[in-house]
């Protein structure tokens, strides 16, 4: 059942913030673009070189290794019925719903494939759907794809079942079918309940609409309810947001992500549709950011770190405050390090020491996968350097602690010498505030868990080479 939720804030109880919540001195020094570590190596460092012979072979010996060590699935769906001009993700913008039925067929055609070389009945302990708008499907169609899932694997009875939902389009007895699929965790993706932002962006609905799913999911008992937020969006004020923030802190979900929007109009062709004009100048970018910690952290949320926060009694809230938080591909997790499965166009894997991409065109996708091909179209085996470098950086973006001893136990190493250079690094971090280095540990502080991203680039192999980490988004 659901925790008693806690008086809710009136719009005039808007949360604001009287001076800068982060120090403008930090800002100036660490105002740089940096990954947000949902893998290391980061997706940047596949290569072409990586295939399906290569991801063939990591799951024959993870079979003959780990056979009955959990997996978590991850299927994209990459279908939406309409644009939205923010959007950076892989998707496949179309109002014909019959271009679903191939697509089904090739994901079945991929479970298949990986029957036959993982065997039947792997258990699973987590799931997610996402996209694009999984929500696209049909019952029907959701109904048959749960249903390949279910036959090809064993989900564990305390298995996390996730989708993403598109509020535009959902309804509560929407919401009621997924829970009788066996979904049992909702993503909303509202962003902004600013009107006039929502057209900025092309994707408009009303804060009515969004209040009445979550109160059906809370009805239908589901374990967690996220909401999706972005700052940095055309037309985002100062007020407009708080007012947002008072908004989605009246909605009480379990989980907010609140992600910082990338303005890459080269790269992503929906961008271009945005004025530029009508973007937050740099200041008023941090200030929105500030207030929303700021605002959720009086409402009884904890931050988690990077993009995430939760309620006290959720249990992502309870990993942290235990030490027991992992990082994957949808970021902060309560789940143990597990192997990952990925299904779908572009989807991203991870088995053993590999990472695979799936090919990110449908033709492609199709066109392997009806061949009895895996649709893997780059990757990358972890070399022992990048294998100690994952798991300091996991270490200090999950626990926000290293402790020097245990790496030099799991990777025969002197920590000391082998991050001579980062140690170098840690104590200019140190001076700013942002660790402390104890004997044989490194550990962030509290003002350091809003930076934790330049703590863990320190630690990065690549960028250390890289001429510059322009590619990525800024770490505030």
């Known amino acids: 059942m659901q925790a008693a939720l806690r008086p809710l804030p009136s719009e005039a109880q808007a949360p604001a913030v009287a001076k800068p919540f982060f120090p403008p001195q930090l800002l100036a020094r660490l105002d740089k673009n940096g990954p947000r570590y949902t893998s290391y190596p980061t997706a940047d460092r ?36 309409s644009v939205c001009y923010y959007c950076a993700c892989n998707k496949v913008v179309t109002r014909h719903h019959d271009r679903a039925a191939r697509y089904l067929d090739a994901l079945a055609a991929e479970i298949g494939l990986h029957v036959q070389e993982l065997g039947d009945g792997v258990p699973v302990s987590q799931l997610h759907f996402g ?26 009875p305390d298995a996390e079942l996730s989708i993403e939902v598109d509020p535009r389009t959902a309804t509560p007895e929407r919401l009621a ?3 009788r699929l066996g979904f049992n965790r909702l993503s909303f993706g509202v962003q902004d309940f600013d009107a006039r932002v929502q057209v900025a962006v092309h994707r408009v609905q009303s804060f009515e609409d969004v209040q009445a799913l979550v109160r059906s999911a809370r009805e239908l008992d589901y ?21 947002t923030i008072a908004q989605v802190i009246e909605l009480r979900p379990d989980r907010i992500a609140l992600y910082a929007y990338a303005h890459l109009p080269s790269r992503f062709k929906p961008q271009r549709r945005i004025n530029e004009a009508d973007l937050p100048e740099r200041a ?14 009086k ?40 192997d990952l499965v990925a299904l779908g166009v572009s989807a991203i894997g991870r088995i053993g020491d590999t990472y695979s991409q799936n090919a990110k065109g449908l033709d492609e996708y199709y066109a392997a996968v009806e061949a009895g091909r895996f649709a893997v179209e780059r990757g990358l085996a ?36 082998y991050f001579s250079r980062e140690l170098q690094q840690m104590t200019n971090l140190a001076e700013l ?27 990065d192999g690549y960028l250390q080479s890289a001429a510059s980490a322009a590619s990525y988004s800024r770490i505030i």
């Open 223 to 243: 374990a967690s309810v996220n909401v999706d937020l972005i700052y940095g969006l055309p037309l985002q004020t100062m007020e407009s947001f708080a007012r």
């Open 46 to 81: 596949y290569h072409a070189g990586f295939g399906e012979l290569d991801y063939r072979l990591a799951l024959r010996q993870r079979r003959a290794a780990s056979p009955d060590e959990p997996l978590s699935l991850y299927v994209h769906i990459p279908f939406c019925e």
């Open 382 to 417: 972890l070399s022992a350097d990048d294998l100690v470098r994952r798991e300091v950086i996991m270490d200090v973006m999950c626990q926000g602690r290293v402790d020097f001893a245990r790496i030099e136990a799991r990777h025969k190493l002197r920590f000391g010498e």
């Open 284 to 297: 008023t970018r941090v200030g929105l950011l500030g207030a929303a910690i700021e605002g959720f952290l």
């Open 299 to 338: 409402q009884g949320y904890t931050y988690i770190g990077m993009d995430h926060f939760a309620l006290d009694t959720d249990t992502l809230a309870i990993a942290k405050q235990r030490g027991e938080l992992h990082r994957n591909f949808q970021g902060y997790s309560t789940q143990p390090d597990r």
């Open 131 to 156: 996209g694009g708008t999984p929500t696209f499907l049909s019952d029907a169609e959701l109904d048959r794809l749960m249903g390949d899932l279910r036959r090809a694997f064993r989900f564990q």
């Open 433 to 459: 505030g942002l660790v402390e280095l104890r004997p044989g540990e490194l550990h962030v502080t509290g003002l350091g868990w809003y930076f934790v991203r330049a703590v863990a680039m320190a630690f």
């Open 177 to 179: 079918y997924l829970r």
